[in-house]
């Protein structure tokens, strides 16, 4: 009964041996979600170079148009919980050059976070402008774009995990 009415504050949780590792699984699991999601959205992209009726096109852009502005809301909120929980703690841990040295590349990856964002919105202009009826040129234009804004992301995904993972897992290991 006591524990379920003590408070813990946040910094008692970060100072909890499992908080830290708990961290470390969720960025995991939801990079892995939304590289499934960035995979699945650029193979739909692709399968518009494909189409002989661009009538079909036209709804599978606004379908793609729905798959891409959702996972960029999920972006953004995983973005957010990164920049705020996350690096906060496993900055932490680390030691003051190597912790700076994180910062600054952290600070690049953004940038491809931001380039990302910016093909996304020509991808969401165009399906919103698109005249009826629409032509293979548009149609392979907008799946170009899509494809683009997948793969940057997917590259931003690869670059991320290549510096983080390997320090959150030392941490995790030594936290053990």
């Excluded at 953004?76 to 994180?102: C, D, G, I, N, R």
């Amino acid at each position: 009964m006591n524990d379920r009415l003590s408070i813990r504050t946040n910094r008692e949780y970060m100072m909890d041996p499992g908080y830290f590792p708990m961290l470390v699984e969720r960025l995991k699991e939801e990079h892995l979600q939304m590289r499934e999601q960035l995979s699945g959205i650029r193979t739909m992209a692709a399968s518009l170079y494909s189409l002989e009726d661009c009538s079909i096109g036209m709804c599978k852009l606004i379908e793609l148009q729905d798959l891409i502005l959702s996972l960029v809301e999920e972006l953004e909120q995983h973005s957010e919980w990164e920049e705020k929980e996350l690096f906060p703690l496993l900055q932490s841990y680390l030691h003051p050059t190597t912790a700076m040295s994180v910062s600054r590349s952290m600070t690049v990856l953004e940038q491809d976070h931001d380039l990302a964002k910016r093909v996304v919105q020509a991808f969401v202009d165009g399906v919103n402008a698109m005249k009826v009826p629409i032509d293979e040129e548009f149609l392979h234009l907008m799946a170009s774009e899509l494809m683009t804004a997948c793969l940057i992301l997917l590259k931003h995904f690869t670059l991320e995990e290549e510096l983080v993972y390997p320090l959150t897992d030392r941490i995790v290991e030594q936290l053990a």
